[in-house]
């Protein structure tokens, strides 16, 4: 365990990391197009780190994130164009961006996740092939209402009236349609980034995180040792759900970035990517969904570059004939499939890079002794032995008296196991 | 009485796996379930521990009756089980196995394993601890950071029973625990099955064809076929019983050696009835 200085000192540091980055990004990266993709690249990141809960921890198939990212990208869109014209319009300095990204944030996160309860509930029944419909269906029917909310009687009613106000086809860009103020700098981006893969790391190496992983590989088994299936999967579906709203809230407000929401942004295509960057970097990796958005980002925007090459023009010129852009997806599903070849677990599998032994180690325990090497008369023997230590060891499992150490060493169990449950915590359940 | 059954009955469509099954296990014994192939006894757990919904008639343990209960809420009230085809947490590695076991028992909640606060890494470490003393009780510990798939078909057995063990049940249901076993490993067995009663004041319900290990453990027998009751009562009452003869037997002896299964079992039948 960190002590606390440890902790606010790498606290500390990685925010001044991520102050630096606010004021000195443009020197960093001076060209602008490029500093849009290492922002959106980052959003990717949050994005792929979401859907590794549901995708890889939780060995769930959900192949509609980017409804999650579209409901974020609207709210987000939605709360930042009116707070920005309530403090007063114009610029988007940084100082009053700490008013305008919380909200946002927070309110992207918390629509996205009230979604993504909604959208696990079916999680309970269903599985695999079944699941992934369910998740394709409701991405679809959220591009598909707000595409289509202004189209026909796109004036009648306060529900049909509230979604056409969204701009339809054309997008949604702020309450004036000016654009969305685009709040989100390298400091929001980056630190959102960071706080997501702490969060995903801490997750993923928690109780929690163990027992997601054990509900993948066993459901019954689970439900044997006491795990509530029902609570685990919500769980994950509502907070990678929430993951996947604050990516699309950051995308919506992105500096440099597209100043219009478009439904289209949220189309399969998208989810697929994000599934992509999961099972690329690795399913069930939390460095692996890190590297995975990094480098399909990258990689799309390479082969992007591609085309403006000399000797493909030359080509083109020869060819009139060739789509660039056709060939450009043939070169990137190429790379996938090269990829998927050569490491079929993906980058990482579900190994991480930093990972550090950290297991408790045991001192207490003496000698293992096995089990069937005993008759019923020694143990007979044991037993009456250890019932004057047996009032030493009432704090039950994990007591580190001198009696509980006693027992130990025979090789025996700290007493309290069968007979005293009645203190445990899990007495409420017998009511 | 520990475990009470009572009339129940199961169907599975037009077919009644389980039908009109009654037996009560006292506190603290070892009670053997067993019956040819298919005479629905893994049912029986199933019904037991909340998998299936019997359709007719209750099921109660100390007194409370399980039937509206999840499995999971079956499980924390102290009923747990190990299964016949082995269940275990394969990518999950030998420790993490014992620790999901007792995750329910966690005080601290999700938003402390964010904050990673000092609650935290105490659960974590108690429950490693205790998880630890399991696993070495059970000779397990050396290879904690094992991933379990990768455990001999002997050690995945005995992990299953530490993993039911870390709920700190009051019954344990055993789902043919010798199955594929030696007949060493058989003797092993049954010395571990009574060390973990007379240890942890368990319960124990087994279903098991080797008659070597039901015979000289259980103290009360259950004979099902066709999910129906066939006999009941001690291991000589039952033995010597013509209907079970009959079941496990045959009136045709010849047709009973077809199954491989089943053929074991009257052979091991056949040489108890012998000595």
Not at chain 1, 245 to 260: E, H, K, V, W
Not at chain 1, 378 to 386: D, F
Not at chain 1, 396 to 416: I, S
Not at chain 2, 16 to 37: K, Q
Request: proline share 4%.
């Amino acid at each position: 365990m960190p002590s606390a200085v440890q902790r606010v000192l790498t606290a500390l540091l990685l925010v001044a990391a991520v102050v630096g980055l606010e004021f000195s990004f443009e020197h960093i990266i001076p060209d602008a197009a490029w500093r849009q993709l290492a922002l959106l690249a980052m959003v990717n990141v949050i994005a792929a780190l979401s859907l590794n809960i549901i995708n890889g921890m939780a060995g769930q198939f959900s192949i509609g994130h980017a409804g999650f990212l579209g409901i974020g990208a609207y709210t987000g869109a939605i709360v930042a164009g009116n707070l920005h014209q309530m403090l007063g319009g114009g610029d988007t300095p940084f100082e009053r961006s700490f008013i305008v990204m919380p909200v946002v944030i927070l309110s992207a996160g918390l629509v996205a996740a009230v979604f993504g309860f909604v959208v696990g509930l079916p999680s309970l029944r269903l599985r695999g092939d079944y699941l992934a419909i369910v998740t394709l269906g409701f991405a679809e029917i959220f591009r598909l209402v707000i595409g289509t909310a202004d189209t026909g009687g796109g004036t009648e009613g306060a529900i049909n009236q509230a979604l056409a106000s969204l701009g339809g086809q054309q997008g949604y860009a702020g309450p004036d349609g000016t654009g969305v103020p685009q709040y989100a700098g390298p400091f929001w981006i980056f630190g959102a980034v960071t706080v997501a893969t702490l969060v995903a790391w801490r997750l993923k190496f928690s109780g929690w995180g163990r027992t997601l992983r054990a509900l993948r590989e066993d459901e019954i088994a689970s439900a044997a040792v006491g795990v509530d299936p029902t609570r685990y999967k919500v769980t994950s579906f509502v907070l990678s759900a929430a993951g996947a709203g604050i990516a699309g809230g950051l995308m919506a407000s992105l500096r440099d970035g597209n100043p219009t929401v478009q439904p289209e942004q949220f189309s399969f295509a998208t989810s697929f990517d994000a599934i992509t960057m999961v099972i690329l970097g690795g399913s069930g990796s939390v460095s692996g969904a890190v590297l995975g958005g990094v480098l399909v980002t990258f990689t799309v925007k390479m082969i992007e570059q591609l085309q403006g090459l000399d000797s493909v023009q030359a080509l083109k010129a020869v060819y009139p004939s060739l789509d660039l852009n056709a060939l450009r997806m043939v070169i990137y599903a190429s790379i996938l499939v090269g990829l998927m070849i050569l490491r079929p677990e993906g980058l990482l599998g579900e190994r991480e890079i930093f990972r550090r032994k950290s297991r408790v180690k045991v001192t207490g325990a003496g000698p293992a002794q096995p089990v069937p090497a005993r008759t019923e008369a020694e143990v007979k023997a044991e037993r009456s032995e250890e019932g004057q230590a047996g009032g030493a060891e009432a704090g039950g499992a994990g007591a580190e008296g001198a009696g509980a150490e006693g027992a130990m060493a025979k090789g025996a169990l700290p007493e309290g196991t069968a007979i005293e449950r009645e203190e445990q915590p899990l007495g409420k359940d017998r009511s | 009485m520990s475990l009470e059954l009572q009339h129940v009955t199961k169907r599975f469509g037009g077919l009644r796996a389980v039908g009109d099954v009654s037996f009560t296990v006292p506190e603290r014994s070892i009670f053997g379930l067993i019956g040819p192939n298919g005479a629905g006894k893994t049912t029986v757990f199933n019904l037991i521990t909340g998998v299936y919904k019997h359709d007719e008639g209750s099921i109660r343990f100390q007194g409370t009756d399980l039937g509206p209960l999840k499995p999971s809420q079956i499980a924390r009230f102290g009923v747990a089980r190990t299964f016949q085809n082995i269940r275990l947490f394969g990518q999950l590695t030998v420790l993490e196995n014992a620790l999901v076991a007792c995750e329910s028992q966690r005080r601290s909640g999700l938003v402390a394993a964010l904050l990673r606060t000092p609650a935290f890494y105490r659960d974590e470490a108690a429950m490693t601890r205790r998880a630890m003393e399991l696993l070495e009780v059970f000779n397990l510990d050396g290879v904690a950071d094992e991933i379990s798939t990768s455990l001999s078909y002997g050690d995945q057995r005995r992990l299953e029973i530490a993993r039911a063990m870390m709920l700190e049940p009051k019954l344990l249901l055993l789902d043919e625990p010798a199955a594929g076993m030696n007949y060493g490993e058989a003797e092993g067995l049954k010395k571990q099955i009574l060390w973990l009663r007379e240890r942890f004041g368990l319960t124990v319900v087994l279903v098991e064809h080797n008659m070597q290990v039901v015979m000289s453990v259980c103290e009360h027998l259950h004979v099902l076929d066709h999910g129906e009751t066939l006999a009941q009562g001690t291991p000589e009452v039952v033995r010597r019983h013509p209907r079970v003869l009959a079941a496990y037997l045959g009136e045709d002896v010849e047709e009973e050696r077809g199954s491989a299964d089943s053929a074991g079992a009257a052979g091991g039948g056949a040489a108890e009835e012998a000595s």
